[in-house]
């Protein structure tokens, strides 16, 4: 198949999913292009035979900022027009799934071959973004025009359909997330100081201070009984500043690593106890699934998609948003008991395995493409 993939160029999340998404469909002898704004760093550093269109638009006194986004959309046009393309893929509603679908009527009135637009929603596109009022009607267009939309999450899919009335449940098909195992495995073993690690872009829905100040609850517990750990943070965002600072005030400079933007990510979650996730929001969690992947359980919040991807009390521990002493408990209780952390971890593993496998997930996106090029589509 010829597929065309539209996507944010994020260090995580949506941006991830697509260009892992890219790479594996190439593996399987597609012909597959790539387009953003810039380069994701996930397919930066891979060798996989994608094409990859960067596409930013000239700047031109006129606009406010400059429309990158007309100028992705001119992009996969002029592909399309010279090379073809079967399915454009548009990962996170907006603006994505609006270019493909102004894409798809261009090529219709110049009577080029079929376009078939598959709309991927991540999460906040719908509950964040998509919801708020200046988005919301594109939102909803996008929603009920796409060929086919696929949600990351059961949980996801059940907000859209009760955010955007109309949109028929049946339309929406849930395509997890996925992993590669063999990429994303477990490492040599724990030794030392228990840690826990937590990634993230530090925007506002992680709630990266708030980690903070359940991890000095948690040290304040190991403490007394004479065990000590640390916490190690991998990102970088807007609230990288606060999270500092609260590790500085509640006294915990020799606790709390922050290491920024990094790409060894196996080798910084498989050595950890335990992988912590506060949001807010999660609509799925990648990054939990990734360190479940490589043994690593999971406390978090159960909020959103994250309770379908970690087995609460199983391959991780939840817990209420609002329970700073419940998620400081789970936090101690991994962080000091590495029998029960590792056991976790093999079960976190093991779920990955059975249910996150890339290679499976990957065959479920190509079979939903095959419908929708043979007409076969429900919806
Ligand atoms: O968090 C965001 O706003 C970004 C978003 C994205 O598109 O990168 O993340 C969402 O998509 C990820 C990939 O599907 C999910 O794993 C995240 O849970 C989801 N984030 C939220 O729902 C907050």
Redesign the pocket.
């Given at each position: 198949m010829r597929i065309g993939i539209l996507c944010?160029p994020?260090y995580?999340?949506?941006?991830?999913?697509a260009s892992e998404l890219a790479l594996s469909l190439a593996e399987n002898d597609h012909r597959v292009h790539l387009f953003s704004h810039d380069m994701p760093p996930r397919l930066a550093r891979a060798p996989g035979p994608v094409e990859v269109h960067v596409a930013q638009g000239s700047p031109y006194p006129l606009f406010h900022s400059t429309p990158h986004d007309l100028a992705i959309m001119s992009r996969v046009l002029d592909l399309h027009r010279s090379e073809g393309l079967d399915v454009l893929h548009a990962?996170?509603a907006i603006p994505h799934a609006i270019s493909a679908l102004q894409v798809r009527s261009a090529a219709a009135e110049a009577k080029l071959d079929p376009l078939r637009v598959v709309t991927?929603l991540?999460?906040?596109?719908i509950?964040?973004?998509g919801n708020d009022p200046s988005y919301a009607p594109l939102t909803r267009y996008a929603i009920a025009a796409s060929d086919a939309v696929t949600a990351?999450?059961e949980d996801?899919r059940l907000r859209t359909t009760d955010n955007f009335e109309g949109v028929p449940p049946c339309g929406i098909e849930v395509i997890p997330?996925f992993v590669d195992l063999e990429e994303f495995r477990p490492g040599a073993g724990r030794s030392g100081r228990p840690s826990a690690v937590h990634v993230s872009?530090f925007?506002k829905?992680?709630r990266v201070p708030w980690l903070v100040e359940a991890f000095a609850l948690a040290l304040e517990q190991l403490a007394a009984r004479g065990s000590d750990a640390e916490l190690v943070l991998v990102g970088d965002g807007p609230q990288l500043g606060e999270a500092r600072r609260v590790a500085h005030q509640r006294g915990l400079d020799g606790h709390v690593k922050f290491l920024g933007l990094r790409d060894a990510l196996p080798d910084l979650l498989s050595p950890a106890d335990a992988f912590c996730v506060a949001?807010t929001?999660?609509?799925?969690?990648?990054?939990?699934?990734e360190a479940m992947a490589c043994g690593t359980a999971v406390v978090g919040t159960r909020v959103?998609?994250?309770p379908e991807v970690v087995e609460d009390g199983v391959s991780g521990l939840l817990s209420p948003v609002e329970d700073l002493a419940g998620f400081a408990g789970h936090l101690a209780s991994l962080l000091e008991d590495r029998g029960r952390s590792s056991a976790m971890g093999a079960a976190a593993r093991e779920r990955a395995t059975a249910l996150f496998d890339r290679r499976r997930v990957v065959e479920q996106y190509e079979s939903l493409y095959r419908r929708l090029i043979e007409g076969r589509h429900a919806s």
């Open positions: 944010h994020t995580g999340g949506s941006g991830v999913v990962h996170y991927t991540h999460g906040t596109d509950t964040l973004v990351v999450s996801l997330n872009n925007r829905v992680k949001s929001e999660e609509s799925f969690g990648l990054s939990a699934l959103g998609g994250l």
